[in-house]
């Protein structure tokens, strides 16, 4: 399939919106956390995003408060603020039989590495993919009305993540970010797999611990 190479806001404007159909789990003490994991762990490939506390002052800067991570039908979020960054979550994090799926993730991971240190594996940026597509504007909202002809809400971007409670529309914005990554990732796969010559994942200049192109193409395989 041949995509545009962007579109506009008016064109993203005239989209049906998109959210997440599915269950959303908020996570905040260590045994929820240790449930979800198991679960999360079945899954061959996750929705991936966070959210941080925005920052209005110049100067300010503020730890990342929430991860998404999003199957097919359940989206967990967890909220670092009470648990920081434990063993079975960094685990997740360099496990390459699980890919996880997000837009521009080096600022994400770099993020939850000052946490706790961990060398990633198994994460994929679709900016990376949708640049092969010959896409040139690949944030996520961008992507969606691009792939997946819908559009997602952006009201909630700036809201404080770092509340102990966060409310139906904070949990539905996090869920469906993480969730849509995912769709937009098999849809791409979809349309091409066979003209896909690679999978770029982390930068290994950058980060540690990527998997080798022919490890990605069978991942990719699999997960289809």
Known sequence: MIYPERISKNELLELPLLQFPGKIHL???????????????????????????????????????????????????????????????????????????GVAIHDDIKALQQKSEFHPNGFVDLADIARR????????????????????SKRYQLSNWNRKILDEHQQLYAATDAWVCREIYLQMMESDLEGMTALDQVDTESLDGTSSEETQKEELRNAI
């Open 133 to 152: 597509f010959g896409i040139i504007t690949t944030g996520l909202r961008n992507l969606t009305g691009i792939v997946l002809k819908s559009r997602i």
């Open 27 to 101: 996570v905040n003490d260590r045994i929820e956390m240790e449930k979800a994991v198991e679960l999360i762990q079945e899954e061959a490939l996750l929705g991936f995003d966070t959210e941080t506390r925005p920052s209005f002052k110049r100067g300010e800067n503020h730890p990342v408060a929430l991860l998404q991570l999003a199957s097919e039908t359940d989206a967990f979020l967890f909220q670092l603020r009470d648990l920081g960054l434990p063993d079975p979550l960094k685990e997740l994090f360099e496990d390459e039989s699980v890919l996880k799926i």
